[in-house]
């Protein structure tokens, strides 16, 4: 897993650490010391830790402009012991949403597993965006962990899209494929 970094094509237009409106403003990182762990995994010095042992992220680009934001997850995202999705909405996104973004993609291509609880803060995240016109989408998640999510019945509150070669759109770019999709999805 050490080997796995966080998408990086994209700092030449957003460092999350450089943005006074990000959570992550200031943190400062090793290219050479592993200390965080998924299990007995170190994980790439990138990864941004928001308060969960077994997920991480990295904020790839924040538009306050156009209202959105793209996220990068790797882990296990497990809401029956971590509450990730707690954590999740408390230390980011609700960061986010205090500046006016509503739209976030989450992409889980290395979401390795889930584990369900309560829809509870699931709701209250659809809730919050809704009001604002806004949503999550989750990018490309392994077929298991789609199965998990969809047996719990979260498909109410995120939306599950597959796009191939998303690392070959630029980000506004891969924001309005994913807004269109959504779209057709919705009306479908």
Request: proline fraction near 3%; charged fraction near 25%.
């Amino acid at each position: 897993m050490q080997d796995i970094e966080p998408f990086y094509h994209w700092r030449h237009i957003y460092i999350s650490e450089e943005d006074k409106r990000s959570p992550f403003y200031g943190r400062i990182y090793s290219e050479f010391e592993f200390s965080n762990t998924i299990y007995n995994y170190y994980i790439h010095p990138q990864w941004d830790d928001f308060g969960s042992s077994t997920l991480y992220l990295k904020v790839l680009l924040a538009d306050y402009d156009e209202k959105y934001a793209i996220i990068e997850l790797i882990g296990e995202w497990n809401d029956a012991i971590e509450n990730d999705i707690m954590e999740l909405k408390r230390e980011v996104l609700d960061c986010f949403m205090n500046q006016g973004i509503y739209k976030f993609i989450l992409i889980g291509e290395n979401v390795l597993t889930f584990h369900s609880d309560s829809s509870d803060y699931y709701e209250e995240l659809y809730e919050d965006i809704t009001e604002h016109n806004g949503w999550v989408v989750c990018l490309n998640l392994p077929q298991h962990t789609l199965s998990d999510f969809k047996q719990a019945r979260l498909q109410r509150y995120i939306h599950f899209l597959e796009l191939e070669n998303w690392r070959t759109y630029k980000p506004f770019h891969l924001f309005k494929k994913v807004e269109n999709e959504l779209v057709k999805l919705l009306s479908g």
